[in-house]
């Protein structure tokens, strides 16, 4: 009964979004962890899963002095989504994200997992975790809700503590909240270094790759 | 008595005619100007819209594309613009570069590269400075880092040393192959 109850809560879909060309600005707590990260490094390689956007380009340029991967995996999905084929899953690993393992010092997930089921967000997480550095970071924002956007979302980098969330693609969008145990086991081989619960029913995740004990030792 | 000196009186202008006089002036001088943006505009050179071009372009001067290029282009020291009706399929190499169309390869800018709004750009950018419109669209890599200063240089003549870690001639330690794998060794 208590299990019914709470399968009916997470079916209630929330409002659609309502973004609008000016965005809507939303706080971060993790985006300043996950560049705290990447700081110390050299010339590090960052990839991130979300649409090019020229600010976010500049931002971590001059913050980094950073080598970006734009892989846009939201147009991907929604071009996915109209034409079918091959499950996504399949699509990730043999035409998307082929890049070599321990090639990337930072990936941006922004709030791709939303839109993805649990098996082909496993797959993505998966995929991530392999082509991930030592020591390198994850940034990922999950849900609590589910929610029916009209579109799927970009992110614009405000500053460290704040982005801007702005429309992109159309059609409508459902993102399905995944469980923080399934999370944590799709990317199994990372560790969580930091987690907030913000007030905007988003969960922000930063993961890192462990440094092998051997390579401490040498 | 006195008869005037006629020849050094100053013949009799009407206001008009002095109107059309400085107008003359003027017109000239705008034509010198206009000569002279002509000049300027003859040095950018424009490649048209019906314009296909296969192979390798080098040039020292600021150069517009609008047609068709596959293959490589190379302005070192100089803008290259890509027009709206541009559709490129090379590598490019230039001071600037400025996207309105579609580039299909690798651009490398000792400066700046400049993707406007509509622009496309498939492939990896390396340089100093990259600007990113609303509404362009770009897949790839950014290399904004310091080796950019020195990007314009083609890469073919970058001399590419590698190292390969099966060439390093294996030292003699007492347990070689555990270091390798990165066990622990004498624990």
């Known amino acids: 009964m208590l299990w019914d109850t709470r399968k009916d809560r997470n079916e209630v879909a929330a409002p659609a979004a309502t973004l609008n060309e000016d965005g809507q600005i939303y706080p971060t707590k993790a985006l300043r962890k996950f560049l705290g990260s990447l700081t110390s490094r050299e010339a590090p390689v ?7 956007v020229g600010s976010n380009i500049t931002f971590f340029g001059e913050r980094l002095g950073c080598k970006i991967l734009v892989e846009d995996l939201y147009s991907e999905l929604d071009r996915h989504s109209r034409q079918g084929g091959t499950p996504f899953a399949e699509k990730i690993t043999s035409r998307l994200l082929k890049h ?18 649990l098996p082909a967000a496993q797959v993505l997480a998966a995929s991530l975790t392999r082509m991930l550095r030592p020591d390198g970071a994850v940034l ?8 029916v956007d009209a579109a799927f979302s970009k992110y614009v980098i405000v500053d460290e503590g704040t ?9 409508s969008r459902k993102r399905t909240p995944l469980q923080n145990r399934d999370i944590i086991r799709m990317f199994e ?30 | 008595m006195w008869k005037r000196d006629e020849a050094v009186r100053q013949p009799a202008v009407s206001h008009g005619e002095a109107a059309a006089a400085t107008a003359q002036a003027a017109g000239s001088q705008a034509t010198r100007q206009d000569s002279y943006q002509g000049q ?8 048209g819209k019906s314009v296909v071009i296969k192979g390798e372009l080098n040039g020292s001067e600021d150069l517009t594309i609008e047609g068709h290029v596959e293959g490589r282009i190379e302005l070192r020291d100089h803008v290259l613009t890509i027009g709206p009706n541009g559709k490129i399929k090379a590598e490019l190499f230039a001071k600037a570069v400025v996207v309105l169309g579609e580039v299909k390869g690798n651009i490398t800018a000792s400066e700046k590269v400049d993707i406007r709004e509509n622009g496309s750009v498939d492939g ?5 400075r990259v600007a990113i419109a609303e509404g362009a669209q770009f897949r790839g890599s950014v290399d904004m880092a310091t080796k950019g200063k020195s990007a314009a240089q083609p890469q073919a003549i970058k001399p590419v040393v590698e190292v390969k870690p099966q060439s390093v001639q294996p030292v003699t330690t007492h347990a070689p ?3 390798q794998q990165g066990q622990r060794v004498g624990a």
């Open chain 1, 189 to 218: 081989g990372l560790k969580v270094a930091e987690s907030f619960l913000l007030k905007t029913n988003v969960r922000e995740f930063l993961f890192r790759k462990p440094v092998p004990e051997a390579l401490d030792d040498f």
């Open chain 1, 140 to 147: 990922g924002f999950f849900t609590t809700v589910t929610a």
């Open chain 1, 163 to 171: 982005v801007k969330q702005r429309a992109y693609t159309s059609g």
């Open chain 1, 46 to 52: 960052l990839m991130d899963l979300g649409p090019v």
């Open chain 1, 100 to 117: 070599a393992p321990s090639s990337i010092d930072g990936i941006l997930c922004w709030n791709f997992f939303d839109y993805l089921d």
């Open chain 2, 177 to 179: 192959q555990a270091v």
């Open chain 2, 124 to 128: 990896d950018i390396t340089a100093p």
């Open chain 2, 40 to 47: 300027n505009e003859r040095d950018v050179v424009n490649i």
